[in-house]
């Protein structure tokens, strides 16, 4: 009988309200209970007298030596204390709010107790007592602590535990190769589950788990590895015929050379494009590596090759700036753009969807909404991503749904480790983007306190007045009675008398859409010399001549978050600088602003990153696509 076909009422003593208990904790057969791995021991196992010291959490074995004895406090508090002999010695058990234990303690009964040692009093604190030879004993052992929610008390959980491995643990099968389990020295499958669950020793324990990571990794390899094998077998994606003298000329008519790596990633999405299965690319590089021309390059290889493409970007911002630059682009070969965004009219949006269905439209720029709501394409076969959407496998299924098979590229500018990449995207293709275009200035990064805000306002002066401009990021739209930390409006109101010779501009997400692009446009254009905004400009956003980019309160964001600000200036010619202004008072933000001080390089403040988060906070949990595991952990396992 296979494991995961017995469900888990099977195991005695799981009652049905409790088997809805173990199902909110995703746990439905025996397999999944089995799989319900703890993540540390707590030590029960009993210690002598002589061994343990004051303040010590300790596990003694003693026997009642005296009738127990209650005093009441009040009306719900009380302390139940009783003598116990412990190794020939009298100590003092005490039990705070604990007095129905009263009529249980028997005199010469044997007794496991576990709480906090006082020394001098002789006497422990109890938090958790138990009679020896009782049935489901926790005492006196390794004890696995499990994550729980809901009613399930840990108690019951290890009880229960004990239950069906007693009951189903010989089922148990191997189910990696011999050669394998040899070669890595793994403990057996049977005993690993055992041995996580109860081990004789933490060494054993974490020999156990090495056992149990290594075949979910594997496990999950396995999977992606099928997956991907299957979707390049299927020839239902669009073998895109690209003509080589063609990409050659679009990039001729580039106003630069294009860098060896982006020549190199252009050339692998054009090949994958060529491929009559579906392309599933994933395009890494730092902030400012020129992303967005490779778009270019595929949405212009598709559009030769008779196709509709479309570019999907997080913000409204980004989506008007990347059709400026794209129509600029474009136009000289006849290649019409348009947008689409959520703040559309609806004759607007009927205009631009008429287009579309027509095919008078080749290139679509847009939010989110452009691959949903009744969008309907004519031919569309390359859809580009671009900044932090990643396209899971949900949204390609809304787009075969619709009858479509178009080659997908997603862009990031947060690099991950390639091995990891490879873990947490393990269905897409990787390329990377490795090399910034010649001739950046790298960025000088600075971290200050509150008191120099007076010269870094000098200093912002010192380049505007040389033609260049600058951001000011804070981290809240207006004052806040709850958080002390800078607002846009304050501040921009403030940075408005300063510089009055010059124009500050104001930017945050409740402004309308059009305020926005007004704004945007108008920094864009160096009509706004400072602009003071949230991390609305965090991605994508694309000004050469912003050489400064201050951020206010910077102990309040990531790392990764202030390098893509950060990314937002040497993008040009012009030395530009990076002004962190902040109180770092935890040690992790300290660290953070000294790892933005030494480095300009994205995969390495990416590792960082990780490291001081964790990459469940790194990858956010609602976006990230990262599969949950149940022992491994992608950075301690690395
Ligand atoms: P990101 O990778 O952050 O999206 P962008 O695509 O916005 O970067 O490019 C950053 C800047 O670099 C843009 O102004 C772009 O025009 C410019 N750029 C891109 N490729 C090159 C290149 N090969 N040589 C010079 N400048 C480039
Ligand atoms: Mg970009």
Redesign the pocket.
């Known amino acids: 009988m296979l494991l995961d076909k017995i469900n888990i009422k099977e195991v005695k003593g799981i009652t049905p309200r409790k088997v809805k208990d173990l199902e909110a904790l995703g746990v439905v057969t025996v397999e999944d209970f089995f799989q319900y791995y703890p993540f540390r021991y707590e030590d029960y196992r009993i210690q002598d007298l002589s061994e343990i010291s004051d303040g010590d959490k300790v596990t003694l074995l003693g026997r009642i030596y005296s009738e127990p004895h209650v005093h009441r406090m009040g009306r719900t508090k009380s302390k139940l204390t009783c003598i116990v002999l412990v190794d020939n010695m009298l100590v003092t058990a005490l039990w705070f709010n604990r007095h129905f234990l009263k009529d249980k303690l028997k005199l010469g009964q044997e007794i496991i107790l576990t709480g906090k040692w006082e020394q001098s009093r002789k006497q422990m604190i109890v938090s958790e007592s138990e009679f020896s030879g009782m049935a489901g004993k926790q005492s006196g052992e390794l004890q696995p602590v499990y994550s729980l929610s809901g009613p399930v008390t840990q108690k019951w959980l290890r009880k229960s535990m004990v239950q069906a491995l007693g009951q189903f643990g010989h089922l148990i099968q191997e189910n990696l190769p011999e050669e394998l389990v040899g070669k890595n020295n793994l403990m057996p499958r049977k005993q690993a589950i055992l041995a996580i669950h109860h081990p004789a020793s933490q060494e054993e324990g974490s020999i156990a788990r090495q056992r149990i990571v290594y075949e979910e990794l594997f496990m999950f390899q396995l999977k992606i590895q099928a997956y991907k094998a299957i979707s390049h077998d299927r020839t239902e994606g669009i073998a895109h015929l690209i003509d080589s003298s063609a990409i050659r000329e679009f990039a001729a008519s ?6 060896a790596s ?1 020549k190199q990633v252009i050339s692998e999405v054009i090949r994958d494009m060529r491929e009559p299965h579906c392309m599933n690319r994933l395009l890494q ?11 270019a390059a595929a949405l212009f290889a598709a559009v030769k090759a008779g196709y509709q493409g479309a570019l999907m970007v997080p913000t409204e911002i980004l989506a008007e700036q990347h059709l400026k ?1 794209f129509q600029g682009l474009f136009a000289p070969h006849g290649i019409r753009v348009g947008l689409l965004t959520g703040s559309f009219t609806k004759s607007q949006r009927k205009e631009i969807l008429a287009f579309l269905l027509s095919g008078e439209l080749n290139i679509l720029v847009g939010t989110h909404a452009l691959i949903q709501e009744g969008v309907y394409f004519r031919n569309l076969g390359l859809v580009v991503t ?2 932090q959407h990643r396209f899971g496998v949900n949204q390609r299924s809304v787009l075969r749904h619709k009858g479509l098979f178009p080659d997908i590229l997603t ?1 990031t ?1 947060t690099p991950i480790p390639r091995t990891l990449a490879i873990t947490a995207f393990g269905d897409m293709d990787v390329s990377t ?1 490795g090399e910034m ?4 200035i790298p960025i000088k990064t600075y971290s200050v306190k509150h008191d120099l805000f007076e010269r870094v306002l000098k200093f912002i002066q010192k380049e505007i007045e040389q033609g260049r401009q600058a951001y000011v990021i804070c981290p809240l739209i207006e004052e806040s009675e709850k958080l002390d930390v800078q607002n846009t409006i304050d501040l921009h109101a403030q940075l408005q008398q300063y510089f009055t010779n010059y124009n500050v501009g104001l930017l945050h997400g409740r402004l309308a859409v059009r305020e926005k692009e007004e704004t945007m446009r108008r920094f864009s254009g160096n009509l706004i010399q400072v602009l003071v905004s949230t991390t609305v400009v965090e991605v ?1 956003v ?1 000004v ?1 001549n912003a050489t400064i980019m201050v951020i206010y309160d910077a102990e309040r964001f990531g790392l990764s978050q202030l390098h893509q600000l950060r ?1 937002r200036v040497g ?2 010619q012009h030395p530009s600088y990076c002004v962190l202004i902040a109180n770092a008072k935890s040690e992790i933000s300290r660290e953070r602003m000294k790892v933005m001080a030494q480095t300009n390089d994205g995969f390495e403040i990416a590792r960082r990153d990780l490291e001081l988060r964790g990459p469940g906070d790194f990858f956010g949990t609602k976006q990230s696509g990262l599969p949950n595991f149940r022992a491994a952990d992608l950075i301690a396992d690395y």
């Open positions: 580039l106003p630069f050379q294009l860098t982006q590089g730092d902030v400012g590596s020129g992303k967005t021309v490779v778009a630059s671009d900044e862009m500018a983007l275009p010649k001739g950046r994508g694309d050469p990314g993008r040009g």
